[in-house]
């Protein structure tokens, strides 16, 4: 485990960083299995078989130690792996990790592999046989004849043949062309893409598209120069607008799925470095990847036997996802890529500066999402929009709330017959008969300005909803116009909160909890007709394991309604804005005054 001394480290320097690394390396060397090229973290099951769980964990690893061998010596590490990766491609041998299949895990694994035959060809590839090194290029290249989601995966293709090509291996001119080509075909401009679905961008945009681009642009800048500066240009516009889902404290807004990665959300700020691209300055790059590192080793990440596990805040299996095993959290040893930096680039030497306090408010088209900082930019509160995966655990969840937040974080759901235990926070979700209530999904249409997002949404057949979102500092107003054709019950949750020291406050037109991390607050406005703090089923939040969830409800004839509320997430004292209905429109007044039409059903337009 690491020690509290190690865990207030600040990972700015080289050798904080890789201190760090080597004490999560000792805590991970006792599971090395007998199986050469395998390695046995835990039990839980994924959609993967159990040989493959362990090749996983095995080469994860690579994401760090190939960048630290790439600079450094660690002889026992490099004799663990030089024999793994001997025996697991060598079909011959009991410890083969298999030939591979159509979307097989075992193509994703390959990219880490890939990346520590390049950058360090000498502690690996030079150390092999020839006989090893033919069986480790046709296992790789196996990859070339497989299909796979059309999607960020297509990079893993990518490095394989960039390194088959400089190992002086037979490789796919063919396959390379064509993936850079898919590639390109998600860009969306401002440097963002989408993760393949028209609907998708989260995290894999930063700590996927951009970090394997920019080892792209380094290690084929001779090759490649014109595509190389291409990456590099992308991924500095896309520095402009990432950092907005940092906080001052170096928290990240959880949103999206693979949240068990962790501090894989820093690996885009090192891979810049490792390409040399400064999309920022030095100083403040250094000082995004050095806090958002900090906090995440203060957190209850790890297990006691030292191994990180899976969950966010703590061990959490609820939010995983079918292909996260044990070892998957290991991904997040990408933020290590800062080891393959030399000691004497100019990052190194920089002063750590303070998070860019630019912008309070920014709306983000390419990247569907809006952004405001409250709290003197301490906290962080992202209002997505059109955004949905299909075919992944509790995906409204995590794309479809009205809000996440940094600091208050969002919770998923452990079941779904009563409220309580779907803990449906910052969303509007409805029931015909009091169970099984329904969120926001699916964005029907939307639009978004620099003042309010609106979505258009059907939770049930027969439900149509206009709700409009208008983010207001800390707290923001939700404006819903519903059509329903049957009888509904309606419940509008607010933000969780951890249930250690709090004091509730319940009347009929507002619910509220307060704890040393701020107040959580819901004010009806009109159209609801009560007010009640929830206790959530343990575990559903990420960042608590124990929240309450202030809510209002409203049971609702068949018929047109208006309900409209303010909703407050606060970590500092912050007057809550006045609401005026009337007619035609809302009035919402405090620090600036926003109006917004209401509206009479129009017939829904694509999204746009």
């Given at each position: 485990?690491l020690?509290?001394?190690?865990?207030?480290?600040?990972?700015?320097s080289?050798?904080?960083?890789?201190?760090?690394?080597?004490v999560?390396m000792?805590?991970v060397?006792?599971?090395?299995?007998?199986?050469?090229?395998?390695?046995?973290?835990?039990?839980?099951?994924?959609?993967?078989?159990?040989?493959?769980?362990?090749?996983?964990?095995?080469?994860?690893?690579?994401?760090a130690?190939g960048?630290?061998?790439?600079?450094?010596?660690?002889p026992?590490?490099?004799?663990?792996?030089?024999?793994?990766?001997?025996?697991?491609?060598?079909?011959e041998?009991?410890?083969?990790?298999?030939?591979v299949?159509?979307?097989?895990?075992?193509?994703?694994?390959?990219a880490?592999?890939?990346?520590?035959l390049?950058?360090?060809?000498?502690?690996?590839?030079?150390q092999?046989?020839?006989?090893?090194?033919?069986?480790?290029?046709?296992?790789?290249r196996?990859?070339n004849?497989q299909?796979?989601?059309?999607?960020?995966?297509?990079?893993?293709?990518?490095?394989?043949?960039?390194?088959?090509?400089?190992l002086?291996?037979?490789?796919?001119?063919?396959?390379?062309?064509?993936?850079?080509?898919?590639?390109d075909?998600?860009?969306?401009?401002?440097?963002?893409?989408?993760d393949?679905?028209?609907t998708?961008?989260?995290y894999?945009?930063?700590?996927a598209?951009?970090?394997?681009?920019l080892?792209?642009?380094?290690?084929?800048?001779?090759?490649?120069p014109?595509?190389?500066?291409?990456?590099k240009?992308?991924?500095?516009?896309?520095?402009?607008?990432?950092?907005?889902m940092?906080?001052a404290?170096?928290?990240?807004v959880?949103?999206?799925?693979?949240?068990?990665?962790?501090?894989?959300?820093?690996?885009?700020?090192?891979?810049?470095v490792?390409a040399?691209?400064?999309a920022?300055?030095?100083?403040?790059?250094?000082?995004?990847?050095?806090?958002n590192?900090?906090?995440?080793?203060?957190?209850?990440?790890?297990?006691?036997?030292g191994?990180?596990?899976?969950?966010?805040?703590?061990?959490?299996?609820?939010?995983?996802?079918?292909?996260?095993?044990p070892?998957?959290?290991?991904?997040?040893?990408?933020?290590?890529i800062?080891?393959?930096?030399?000691?004497?680039?100019?990052?190194?030497?920089?002063?750590?500066?303070?998070?860019?306090?630019?912008e309070?408010?920014v709306?983000?088209?390419?990247?569907h999402?809006?952004?405001e900082?409250v709290?003197?930019?301490?906290?962080t509160?992202?209002?997505?929009?059109?955004q949905?995966?299909?075919?992944?655990?509790?995906?409204?969840?995590?794309?479809?709330?009205?809000?996440?937040s940094?600091?208050?974080?969002?919770?998923?759901?452990?079941?779904s017959y009563?409220?309580?235990?779907?803990?449906?926070?910052?969303?509007?979700?409805?029931?015909?008969?009091?169970?099984?209530?329904?969120?926001?999904?699916?964005?029907?249409?939307?639009?978004?300005?620099?003042?309010?997002?609106?979505?258009?949404?059907?939770?049930i057949?027969?439900?149509?909803i206009?709700?409009?979102?208008?983010?207001?500092?800390?707290?923001?107003?939700?404006?819903?116009?519903?059509?329903?054709?049957?009888?509904i019950?309606?419940?509008?949750g607010?933000?969780?909160?951890?249930?250690?020291?709090?004091?509730?406050?319940?009347?009929?037109?507002?619910?509220?909890?307060?704890?040393?991390?701020?107040?959580?607050?819901?004010?009806?406005?009109?159209?609801f007709?009560?007010?009640?703090?929830?206790?959530?089923?343990?575990?559903?939040?990420l960042?608590?394991?124990?929240?309450?969830?202030?809510?209002?409800?409203?049971?609702?004839s068949?018929?047109?309604?208006?309900l409209?509320?303010?909703?407050?997430?606060?970590?500092?004292?912050?007057?809550?804005?006045?609401?005026?209905?009337?007619?035609?429109?809302?009035?919402?007044?405090?620090?600036?005054?926003?109006?917004?039409?209401?509206?009479q059903?129009?017939?829904?337009?694509?999204?746009?």
């Amino acid at each position: 485990m690491l020690s509290d001394y190690k865990r207030n480290w600040k990972y700015q320097s080289y050798d904080d960083i890789k201190g760090a690394l080597e004490v999560l390396m000792n805590s991970v060397k006792p599971f090395y299995t007998e199986r050469k090229g395998h390695i046995k973290l835990g039990t839980s099951g994924t959609v993967y078989s159990e040989d493959t769980q362990q090749a996983e964990g095995y080469l994860r690893m690579l994401w760090a130690l190939g960048p630290l061998w790439s600079q450094n010596e660690a002889p026992d590490l490099q004799k663990i792996y030089l024999e793994g990766i001997a025996a697991a491609t060598d079909p011959e041998n009991a410890d083969y990790w298999g030939d591979v299949t159509d979307y097989d895990q075992l193509l994703v694994e390959m990219a880490s592999l890939s990346l520590t035959l390049m950058i360090a060809k000498d502690k690996i590839w030079n150390q092999l046989s020839a006989k090893e090194q033919e069986n480790l290029a046709a296992w790789l290249r196996q990859i070339n004849d497989q299909a796979m989601p059309a999607n960020n995966w297509h990079f893993f293709r990518v490095l394989v043949n960039i390194c088959l090509m400089k190992l002086g291996c037979e490789y796919s001119q063919e396959k390379l062309k064509e993936d850079l080509s898919l590639i390109d075909s998600h860009y969306e401009g401002n440097g963002w893409y989408r993760d393949g679905e028209k609907t998708q961008f989260d995290y894999y945009i930063p700590w996927a598209y951009h970090f394997y681009g920019l080892i792209y642009a380094k290690l084929m800048e001779n090759e490649d120069p014109e595509r190389s500066a291409l990456f590099k240009k992308r991924a500095t516009d896309f520095a402009q607008s990432f950092y907005h889902m940092f906080d001052a404290d170096g928290d990240a807004v959880p949103f999206g799925r693979s949240l068990t990665y962790r501090f894989a959300q820093a690996s885009f700020w090192g891979a810049l470095v490792f390409a040399d691209v400064e999309a920022l300055p030095w100083g403040v790059i250094k000082g995004l990847y050095s806090r958002n590192m900090a906090q995440w080793f203060k957190r209850d990440i790890f297990s006691t036997d030292g191994l990180l596990t899976i969950g966010y805040y703590y061990q959490n299996m609820i939010f995983a996802e079918g292909y996260n095993s044990p070892g998957s959290p290991y991904w997040a040893f990408k933020s290590f890529i800062l080891l393959a930096v030399p000691k004497d680039h100019p990052y190194w030497q920089a002063e750590v500066l303070d998070f860019p306090k630019n912008e309070t408010r920014v709306l983000n088209l390419e990247g569907h999402a809006f952004y405001e900082h409250v709290d003197d930019f301490h906290h962080t509160l992202m209002y997505p929009f059109g955004q949905r995966v299909n075919n992944q655990n509790n995906s409204e969840a995590k794309y479809s709330k009205f809000v996440y937040s940094s600091k208050f974080g969002m919770s998923a759901q452990k079941a779904s017959y009563n409220y309580y235990e779907a803990a449906l926070d910052n969303v509007l979700s409805v029931s015909c008969d009091e169970h099984y209530y329904r969120p926001k999904a699916e964005d029907l249409s939307y639009q978004a300005t620099d003042e309010w997002i609106k979505y258009d949404w059907e939770p049930i057949p027969g439900t149509h909803i206009l709700s409009t979102i208008v983010p207001y500092g800390a707290y923001h107003v939700r404006i819903h116009e519903i059509n329903t054709q049957q009888p509904i019950n309606v419940h509008e949750g607010g933000f969780s909160i951890p249930m250690e020291g709090c004091r509730k406050a319940e009347n009929d037109q507002s619910a509220s909890c307060t704890t040393s991390l701020g107040t959580s607050i819901v004010t009806n406005v009109t159209g609801f007709d009560r007010a009640e703090v929830i206790r959530t089923e343990p575990n559903t939040n990420l960042l608590y394991p124990r929240t309450y969830l202030p809510t209002l409800g409203a049971k609702l004839s068949q018929g047109n309604h208006l309900l409209v509320s303010v909703v407050g997430g606060l970590t500092s004292a912050e007057e809550q804005p006045k609401v005026t209905v009337t007619e035609d429109q809302i009035i919402i007044e405090g620090k600036r005054r926003v109006l917004v039409k209401r509206d009479q059903f129009p017939e829904r337009n694509e999204q746009k």
